[in-house]
């Protein structure tokens, strides 16, 4: 045997492989270090949107693993091994799995961008999906609010996600809009001054933006007055009903009249001819 001959292609095949394993190793390690801090990255973006520790866990280790499955292919087609059939294998049990699931995957998709966009917080009183109440829980497949009768709603995120969403709580202040019928005999000069005279009397009403007074429309019964104050968000009810129990106290005060919905029935008394 000549070893004269063998030891340069040993060493031919060792710097051609060598070169190829320690890519794949700077690969791997590389790959690995991204995937651990890209989980990272999901975990504290699902922490701030208050989500359970179960289920922060439960998508950090899921984002790991298919991070890692690429960086181990990366690694693998780096060594010369043939992939393709590999990740074919992996696309068609990952199409199968996506149309078996496909409604729970949307959930979890709108989950995510939830989490992503934080259009609502835990503690928000929101509006969408064709219900409204306070958010407790911001979970992966599903939101939970509680009305305000004390009922709790579950919802899939994805009806979430794909409806109008109204967020009561985004803004640290409200506009009370109300309307208020005199009758067309009133004075609405007079009017106008009791309601002014409400307003600035309540503490809750804020300065600015100012108050809103006027006479909104000419209705069947009455003239009706949008009275629209701003509040902070926390005030806005019980400014609602105090304005509304005072506006009916000053105005029987003054004598200021509050229609209602009536109709005048005019009777004629037929009288049938007299056959001749």
């Not at 989490?115 to 609502?120: C, D, G, T």
């Not at 005279?197 to 000419?218: C, S, Y």
């Amino acid at each position: 045997m000549d070893f004269s001959n063998i030891l340069p292609r040993l060493q031919e095949l060792l710097a051609f492989y060598g070169l190829k394993i320690v890519a794949a190793i700077v690969i791997f390690i590389v790959g690995r270090w991204i995937a651990k801090a890209l989980k990272n990255v999901v975990k504290r973006m699902m922490a701030k949107g208050n989500v359970e520790e179960i289920l922060i866990s439960f998508v950090g280790n899921l984002t790991y693993i298919a991070l890692l499955a690429f960086v181990i292919i990366a690694a693998l087609n780096q060594l010369g091994i043939q992939t393709t059939s590999f990740i074919a294998i992996i696309g068609a049990a990952g199409l199968a799995i996506g149309l078996a699931l496909q409604g729970s995957l949307a959930n979890f998709a709108a989950g995510v961008l939830m989490i992503i966009f934080r259009p609502f917080q835990v503690g928000d009183y929101i509006e969408g999906a064709g219900v409204a109440g306070s958010v407790e829980k911001v979970q992966i497949f599903t939101t939970q609010l509680k009305t305000p009768d004390n009922k709790t709603i579950i919802i899939p995120n994805a009806k979430i996600m794909g409806d109008n969403i109204t967020n009561y709580s985004a803004k640290d202040t409200r506009r009370v809009d109300m309307v208020i019928g005199v009758g067309y005999g009133d004075d609405l000069k007079k009017v106008r001054e009791i309601l002014e005279d409400i307003l600035a009397k309540d503490d809750r009403i804020l300065e600015d933006p100012a108050p809103t007074i006027g006479v909104l429309e000419l209705g069947d019964n009455s003239v009706n007055f949008a009275v629209r104050p701003w509040v902070k968000r926390d005030d806005y009810w019980g400014t609602y009903f105090d304005v509304t129990e005072t506006v009916k106290r000053r105005f029987d005060e003054k004598g200021i009249s509050i229609p209602y919905p009536q109709r005048d029935v005019h009777l004629y008394e037929y009288k049938e001819a007299a056959v001749q």
